[in-house]
């Protein structure tokens, strides 16, 4: 039988003290995150754009290929690059296997499909809007992308959040390939796993407040996005 | 006000076009011939074909069959001496100015006249006090007007207009008439589609009438008023054709 309050009172002393482990833990897991959201976002920007704006040959698989990696399961993503990674795959020579940065990888192949697809119906609802007035100007498709993309700031950044959201709850794919290690891998997910199996609830119930602050901020920052925008 | 281009424009020829979509044939046989500069009105009650018109004459969209010639010329959307002016024109959720200067870039005239030609522009429309003022803050009468100065900034020689007025007051309406008038003034030739037989009177020099896609009289607006030729048209004058 655990103590809950207890459990509670000195998770809250945890954080409150700022424990060095925790704080490195904390420090380590944002880093991994918006490392993979600043890589993602380069990447998902630009391809949502075009998938958006412009009508092409294999467009509609492309777009079919993204929705369907929006719900790819984390732990296969973690296996398929393991497997990759591992010494006798075909990176294996990188070295890259149980590094922050191969969590950085995993977490930008999540969450790549989900901003990607998010920018990708914004720019389109917005071309779909303006698609005769273009006509009328005679503007070449090209020249309404950064205009387009200004109007669409807000939306795009509620995506960009959407996505540090998803990548910072990740658990499946970084264990496996980033392995867990102390000091090294170890982030707010992964030590929560680890430390709930080992028993150790206060480190893991300090970890999971911080996290679910985490959420609720990003969370909040989208609502007051989204109604900054329809002011 | 003196803008204008001096690209020759007119005359403005189409034989027999027709457009069809979905099986249905929306302009069909269509030949109409403007020489004249001034006001053209085409008229034509809801749905008789005048906005379509409008965009085969622009290039929006092409002809199904026939041929659309502007001084020998076929339209293209990218023949910036001709401007058009939606019923219900979109912005770039940003200023006017950055909305007019948006015309400028894809028009390829250089940035060192964007200035003076906008001020030029907003000026002509009565929007200076307006340049920095937001597109999402505008009222209608403000953003017609404001996609007139969008046009207005390239110096065409001819703008078409679809039904620009159908949904102000009556004072905006009176106060967009009148800097349509002084841009024909200056020498731009105007074409615009209304239903609205007194804006017609107060405006056209000729008269487009059209029903259902067909072409049924042109003649000048005194005559047209007074005597139309056509039982169309006399229909429609006294309020009949539906």
């Known amino acids: 039988m655990h103590d809950a309050p207890g459990i509670f009172y000195t998770a809250f002393q945890l954080i409150i003290r700022l424990e060095p482990e925790l704080v490195e833990i904390?420090?380590?897991?944002?880093?991994?995150?918006?490392?993979?959201?600043?890589?993602?976002?380069?990447?998902?920007?630009?391809?949502?754009?075009?998938?958006?704006?412009?009508?092409?040959?294999?467009?509609?698989?492309?777009?079919?290929?993204?929705?369907?990696?929006?719900?790819?399961?984390?732990?296969?993503?973690?296996?398929?690059?393991?497997?990759?990674?591992?010494?006798?795959?075909?990176?294996?020579?990188?070295?890259?296997?149980?590094?922050?940065?191969?969590m950085v990888?995993?977490?930008?192949?999540?969450?790549?499909?989900?901003?990607?697809?998010?920018t990708q119906q914004t720019i389109e609802d917005l071309f779909k809007q303006h698609k005769l007035q273009f006509r009328a100007l005679g503007a070449p498709t090209r020249l309404t992308l950064l205009p387009l993309l200004k109007d669409a700031k807000t939306s795009l950044f509620t995506s960009i959040l959407a996505g540090f959201g998803r990548a910072s709850a990740e658990v499946g794919a970084v264990l496996i390939v980033g392995g867990n290690i102390n000091h090294v891998t170890r982030v707010m997910t992964t030590t929560i796993a680890l430390e709930t199996?080992?028993?150790?609830?206060?480190?893991?119930?300090?970890?999971?407040?911080?996290?679910?602050?985490?959420?609720?901020?990003?969370?909040?920052?989208?609502?007051?996005?989204r109604k900054s925008q329809s002011v | 006000m003196s803008m204008q281009s001096q690209h020759q424009s007119l005359p403005l020829s189409m034989k027999q076009v027709c457009y069809s979509t979905r099986g249905a044939a929306l302009i069909h046989d269509f030949n109409l011939e403007i020489n004249t500069p001034g006001i053209s009105m085409i008229?034509?009650?809801?749905?008789?074909?005048?906005?379509?018109?409008?965009?085969?004459?622009?290039?929006?969209?092409?002809?199904?069959?026939?041929?659309?010639y502007w001084n020998n010329q076929t339209p293209s959307i990218h023949q910036y001496w001709r401007t058009f002016l939606?019923?219900?024109?979109?912005?770039?959720?940003?200023?006017?100015?950055?909305?007019?200067e948006f015309v400028l870039r894809i028009a390829?005239?250089?940035?060192?006249?964007?200035?003076?030609?906008?001020?030029?522009?907003?000026?002509?429309?009565?929007?200076?006090?307006?340049?920095?003022?937001?597109?999402?803050?505008?009222?209608?009468?403000?953003?017609?007007?404001?996609?007139?100065?969008?046009?207005?900034?390239l110096k065409p020689s001819v703008i078409l207009l679809d039904e620009p007025t159908v949904a102000l007051d009556p004072p905006s309406v009176?106060?967009?008439?009148?800097?349509?008038?002084?841009?024909?003034?200056?020498?731009t030739k105007i074409i615009m589609t209304t239903h609205d037989l007194a804006q017609a009177k107060?405006?056209?020099?000729?008269?487009?009438?059209?029903?259902?896609?067909?072409?049924?009289?042109?003649?000048?607006?005194?005559?047209?008023?007074?005597?139309?030729?056509?039982?169309?048209?006399?229909s429609f004058i006294s309020g009949e054709l539906s």
């Not at chain 2, 009176?174 to 200056?186: D, R």
């Open chain 2, 108 to 153: 390829g005239i250089d940035k060192s006249e964007y200035k003076q030609r906008c001020t030029q522009a907003l000026e002509a429309c009565g929007l200076s006090h307006l340049s920095q003022r937001n597109t999402t803050s505008l009222s209608g009468g403000e953003l017609q007007k404001a996609s007139l100065a969008r046009a207005w900034v």
């Open chain 2, 86 to 100: 939606l019923q219900r024109p979109t912005f770039f959720n940003q200023s006017i100015e950055s909305n007019i």
């Open chain 1, 26 to 102: 904390v420090l380590l897991s944002l880093k991994v995150s918006i490392s993979a959201v600043i890589i993602a976002t380069f990447i998902s920007i630009p391809l949502g754009t075009v998938l958006g704006a412009y009508t092409f040959r294999g467009r509609d698989f492309i777009t079919g290929i993204l929705n369907a990696l929006m719900g790819l399961p984390p732990v296969v993503v973690g296996l398929a690059l393991y497997l990759l990674l591992s010494r006798s795959g075909p990176w294996g020579d990188l070295e890259l296997l149980f590094t922050s940065t191969a």
């Open chain 2, 202 to 234: 107060r405006l056209a020099k000729e008269i487009v009438f059209i029903d259902k896609g067909e072409m049924i009289e042109q003649s000048e607006a005194s005559s047209f008023f007074v005597e139309p030729a056509s039982i169309q048209a006399q």
């Open chain 1, 197 to 225: 199996s080992k028993g150790n609830l206060e480190l893991a119930m300090a970890l999971g407040i911080i996290l679910l602050a985490i959420s609720f901020t990003i969370t909040s920052l989208m609502i007051v996005i």
């Open chain 1, 105 to 118: 990888i995993a977490q930008c192949i999540l969450i790549t499909p989900i901003i990607s697809s998010l």
């Open chain 2, 43 to 68: 008229l034509g009650h809801n749905g008789s074909g005048k906005s379509l018109l409008l965009k085969l004459l622009h290039g929006v969209i092409g002809p199904s069959s026939g041929h659309i």
């Open chain 2, 174 to 187: 009176i106060s967009f008439e009148n800097i349509i008038q002084q841009f024909e003034k200056s020498g």
